[in-house]
C-alpha cells in the first residue's frame, strides 16, 4: 500500500489482476434437496495477494446479475377485503396481468453489463488501491443453489457466508471442486450496492457479523413490510403496480432447474398476505430494523429524496434506529429518484467513496469522520453539508385544518380552529384519477379529494422528517384506501426526478481499463422542469389498521374515527410566494390498489391537523 495525500494509490496492476471463480457453502438448504447451498462469487484481487499480500474486501451481493424473468404482475383492480365482510361485499381477486417494463430494465441492464469483463466499477478503481473486490450472486439466481426468498433469512445467510468465508469461518470451492480458502483476505469487508443490492448490506450489518467492517447502502430497502405495504394498506414501489415479494422473488429465479423452488415461490404467494396487508411473521423475518443493535459495521448510507421505488421511510427508520445505537454514520440525500451517486454526482462521490473505504477497511486516519455527517441536495446541484439529519432544529409544527366555503380549498392554520355548523367535508374515491391529476388545479371543485391551503409563505419554510396526518373522518364502506399528498403550491423550477439523469456527453474515466472496458463513463445531471406545483411527499393507510400495523379491525360504515399515520421522510424547502397544501384522497391510483369507484369518506377537518417537522418550528412559518 502506498499513500498520497491520506489516500491509497493505484499502485497494483488491473491488468495483471488475478480473477476467479469460487463457490461458497452456505449454512443452509434452501431448495431443500439435502444439500447446503452454494453461493456463486467472482472476485479479482492485486497479483501481489499471490506472493504473501493481504487486502481488504469490498464486497457487493445481488440477485440480478443473471438478469429477471418477466413474469405475472398482481392485478390491481380489485376490491378491497373488509376483514368482516358483509354479505354483498367484494372479495379481493388474485388475478394477474403481464407486466414487464422491470424485467426488461433489469434485464437490459444486465445485458449492458455483460459487455464488460467485470461488471460496475468498483474493480477498476479499488483493485490497483490494494483491495480485492467480490461479487457474488443471491441464492437461487445465476449459478448459486437455493431459492430466493426476497429479502428473507436464507438470503442473509448466503450473503453473510461469503463475509465468513473471508475470514476462515466458511468453506469453499473453485469450479474444479476443490477446497479454496480466502487467506489473501484481512477479513475486514465493506459491503456496498443500489436498491437490493445496498439491501443486504443492510441485513447482514443487522445480524453483527465479524469481518463486516462498513456498508454503503444506497437506495436500500430497511424493512420488505414498508416497500410492499404501508400502515396495512397494499401498496406497490413507485413505477410497478401489482409488483410483490413474490413477484420479485419469481422473477430473479434465474438458476439451473427452478421448478425446486416452487414450494418456496408458493409459500412466499400465499404468507406476504395481501388480502389484509397486515405486519406478521413473514414480513417480521425481513424488518432489519428491528435489529439494529446488533450493528457493529459503520454506514455511510445514500438515499434520493424523490425515490418512489424505494421510499424514503426505509432511509429515516434505519438511521433513526443507528443513531440511537451511537453507530457511526454517515449520509448524503438527493433530489433525484432511485439513482446512483456515481452517476449523479461523480467526482465527489469518487472521492468520498474512496476516504470512507481507505478510513474503515485500511485504517487511514484521513479525517473523513470529523467532517459534517450529511450532505443534502436542496435543489438541482444546490448541496449543503448538516451536522446531523433530521436537522436538530426541525420542531414538530401542526397545522390544523378549516373547511372551504362555497366548493372552494380549505385553509390551514397554526391554531386550531373553531368548527362552524355542518363544516365536514365529503370525497369521493375516483382510482383512475392520479394523484397528480387531483393535485393539480386547487381551487376547482373536485368531488373526488379535499384540499386545505396556508396563505402566500413571506419566507422560506424547510422541514427535516417525517409528516405526519391526523384525520376526523368516516367512510360509508367497512373497507377502504386513504391517502395524504403534501403538495408544494407555486410556480418554480424543480428536479424532473420521472425522467431520471440527463447525460451531459461529457466522459470521465475513473479506473483503470482493460480491452472491452475502459474505466470510463459519462457525467450525468437531473432533468429539471418548471411546474405550477409539486407533490413534496405522500402516505397512505388502510383504515382497518388504525390501531395496528399487525392487526385489522372492521370498521362501521358511517362511524366516526380518529385516524393517524405517516407519510415519507423528506427534506424540502418551500419558498417564500408559495402555499403549503394538504390534499386528501382515497385510492392513489400508482400505489394503492384500486377497488371501484364511489366509496365517500366524510372528513370533519376542524378535529383534524398536520404535523410538520419545520426547522426553526411555527416561528419560521410566516404569511
Known amino acids: 500500500m502506498e499513500l498520497r495525500d491520506e489516500r491509497t494509490q493505484p499502485i497494483y496492476s488491473y491488468e495483471e489482476a488475478i480473477?476467479?471463480?469460487?463457490?461458497?457453502?452456505?449454512?443452509?438448504?434452501?431448495?431443500?434437496?439435502?444439500?447446503?447451498?452454494?453461493?456463486?462469487?467472482?472476485?479479482?484481487?492485486?497479483?501481489?495477494?499471490?506472493?504473501?499480500?493481504?487486502?481488504?474486501?469490498?464486497?457487493?451481493?445481488?440477485?440480478?446479475?443473471?438478469?429477471?424473468?418477466?413474469?405475472?404482475?398482481?392485478?390491481?383492480?380489485?376490491?378491497?377485503?373488509?376483514?368482516?365482510?358483509?354479505?354483498?361485499?367484494?372479495?379481493?381477486?388474485?388475478?394477474?396481468?403481464?407486466?414487464?417494463?422491470?424485467?426488461?430494465?433489469?434485464?437490459?441492464?444486465?445485458?449492458?453489463?455483460?459487455?464488460?469483463?467485470?461488471?460496475?466499477?468498483?474493480?477498476?478503481?479499488?483493485?490497483?488501491?490494494?483491495?480485492?473486490?467480490?461479487?457474488?450472486?443471491?441464492?437461487?439466481?445465476?449459478?448459486?443453489?437455493?431459492?430466493?426468498?426476497?429479502?428473507?433469512?436464507?438470503?442473509?445467510?448466503?450473503?453473510?457466508?461469503?463475509?465468513?468465508?473471508?475470514?476462515?469461518?466458511?468453506?469453499?470451492?473453485?469450479?474444479?471442486?476443490?477446497?479454496?480458502?480466502?487467506?489473501?483476505?484481512?477479513?475486514?469487508?465493506?459491503?456496498?450496492?443500489?436498491?437490493?443490492?445496498?439491501?443486504?448490506?443492510?441485513?447482514?450489518?443487522?445480524?453483527?457479523?465479524?469481518?463486516?467492517?462498513?456498508?454503503?447502502?444506497?437506495?436500500?430497502?430497511?424493512?420488505?413490510?414498508?416497500?410492499?405495504?404501508?400502515?396495512?394498506?397494499v401498496v406497490a414501489p413507485g413505477g410497478y403496480q401489482g409488483e410483490d415479494a413474490d413477484v420479485l422473488a419469481k422473477a430473479v429465479l434465474t438458476r439451473e432447474t427452478p421448478e425446486v423452488c416452487q414450494a418456496v415461490m408458493d409459500s412466499l404467494e400465499k404468507e406476504q398476505d395481501r388480502l389484509t396487508g397486515d405486519?406478521?411473521?413473514?414480513?417480521?423475518?425481513?424488518?432489519?430494523?428491528?435489529?439494529?443493535?446488533?450493528?457493529?459495521?459503520?454506514?455511510?448510507?445514500?438515499?434520493?429524496?424523490?425515490?418512489?421505488?424505494?421510499?424514503?421511510?426505509?432511509?429515516?427508520?434505519?438511521?433513526?434506529?443507528?443513531?440511537?445505537?451511537?453507530v457511526p454514520r454517515k449520509l448524503w440525500l438527493h433530489q433525484g429518484g432511485h439513482s446512483n451517486p456515481f452517476h449523479l454526482r461523480h467526482d465527489e462521490w469518487m472521492t468520498t467513496l474512496h476516504r470512507w473505504f481507505d478510513h474503515w477497511l485500511y485504517g487511514i486516519d484521513n479525517g473523513i469522520m470529523e467532517e459534517p455527517m450529511a450532505d443534502i441536495e436542496q435543489a438541482s446541484g444546490q448541496w449543503k453539508t448538516h451536522a446531523h439529519w433530521p436537522d436538530d432544529d426541525a420542531r414538530p409544527t401542526r397545522l390544523h385544518l378549516k373547511a372551504g366555503r362555497e366548493g372552494g380549498p380549505g385553509t390551514l392554520h397554526l391554531k386550531p380552529q373553531p368548527a362552524r355548523p355542518q363544516a365536514s367535508e365529503r370525497l369521493i374515491d375516483d382510482p383512475m384519477q392520479t394523484a397528480e391529476e387531483l393535485a393539480a388545479d386547487p381551487a376547482s371543485g373536485s368531488p373526488n379529494r379535499l384540499v386545505y391551503l396556508t396563505p402566500e409563505l413571506k419566507e422560506s419554510v424547510r422541514m427535516s422528517g417525517t409528516v405526519q396526518i391526523t384525520l376526523r373522518a368516516s367512510i360509508d364502506r367497512p373497507a377502504a384506501n386513504l391517502t395524504a399528498l403534501l403538495v408544494d403550491y407555486g410556480t418554480d423550477t424543480r428536479v424532473d426526478y420521472k425522467r431520471g439523469l440527463r447525460n451531459t456527453g461529457e466522459r470521465v474515466c475513473y479506473g483503470k481499463g482493460v480491452s472491452g472496458d475502459d474505466g470510463c463513463t459519462y457525467r450525468y445531471e437531473h432533468h429539471t422542469h418548471t411546474a405550477p406545483f409539486e407533490i413534496v411527499t405522500r402516505g397512505w393507510m388502510d383504515p382497518q389498521n388504525r390501531l395496528s400495523d399487525s392487526r385489522s379491525y372492521p370498521v362501521v360504515p358511517g362511524k366516526t374515527y380518529t385516524f393517524r399515520w405517516d407519510m415519507q421522510a423528506d427534506d424540502y424547502l418551500f419558498q417564500p410566494g408559495h402555499r403549503i397544501g394538504i390534499v386528501i384522497l382515497a385510492s392513489d391510483h400508482d400505489y394503492t390498489l384500486r377497488p371501484s369507484a364511489g366509496t365517500t369518506i366524510t372528513v370533519n377537518p376542524e378535529q383534524s391537523r398536520i404535523t410538520l417537522p419545520v426547522v426553526g418550528g411555527r416561528n419560521a412559518i410566516k404569511w
Open 279 to 326: 405486519y406478521n411473521a413473514f414480513w417480521e423475518e425481513r424488518d432489519y430494523v428491528r435489529h439494529a443493535g446488533q450493528v457493529r459495521a459503520s454506514v455511510f448510507a445514500v438515499h434520493g429524496l424523490n425515490d418512489w421505488n424505494v421510499k424514503t421511510k426505509h432511509l429515516s427508520r434505519w438511521w433513526e434506529a443507528l443513531t440511537k445505537q451511537g
Open 19 to 233: 480473477r476467479e471463480t469460487v463457490y461458497v457453502e452456505a449454512p443452509m438448504d434452501s431448495d431443500g434437496n439435502g444439500e447446503n447451498d452454494r453461493i456463486a462469487v467472482d472476485l479479482m484481487r492485486p497479483k501481489e495477494t499471490d506472493e504473501g499480500l493481504r487486502v481488504p474486501v469490498i464486497y457487493e451481493m445481488s440477485p440480478y446479475r443473471a438478469g429477471l424473468k418477466d413474469v405475472p404482475f398482481h392485478d390491481v383492480d380489485v376490491e378491497l377485503n373488509p376483514v368482516e365482510r358483509e354479505k354483498g361485499w367484494g372479495k379481493t381477486a388474485e388475478t394477474s396481468v403481464w407486466l414487464s417494463d422491470r424485467a426488461a430494465a433489469m434485464a437490459s441492464q444486465a445485458e449492458a453489463e455483460s459487455i464488460r469483463p467485470f461488471p460496475g466499477y468498483y474493480d477498476n478503481f479499488f483493485v490497483p488501491r490494494g483491495y480485492a473486490v467480490v461479487l457474488a450472486e443471491g441464492p437461487g439466481t445465476g449459478r448459486s443453489t437455493g431459492c430466493p426468498t426476497s429479502g428473507g433469512t436464507n438470503e442473509v445467510i448466503g450473503t453473510r457466508a461469503v463475509i465468513d468465508w473471508l475470514n476462515g469461518r466458511a468453506n469453499a470451492v473453485n469450479e474444479a471442486g476443490e477446497p479454496v480458502m480466502a487467506d489473501w483476505s484481512t477479513g475486514d469487508v465493506g459491503m456496498i450496492g443500489v436498491s437490493y443490492n445496498g439491501t443486504l448490506p443492510n441485513a447482514v450489518a443487522a445480524t453483527g457479523v465479524e469481518g463486516l467492517k462498513t456498508i454503503v447502502p444506497i437506495a436500500a430497502i430497511s424493512s420488505w413490510y414498508d416497500y410492499y405495504r404501508a400502515n396495512g394498506a
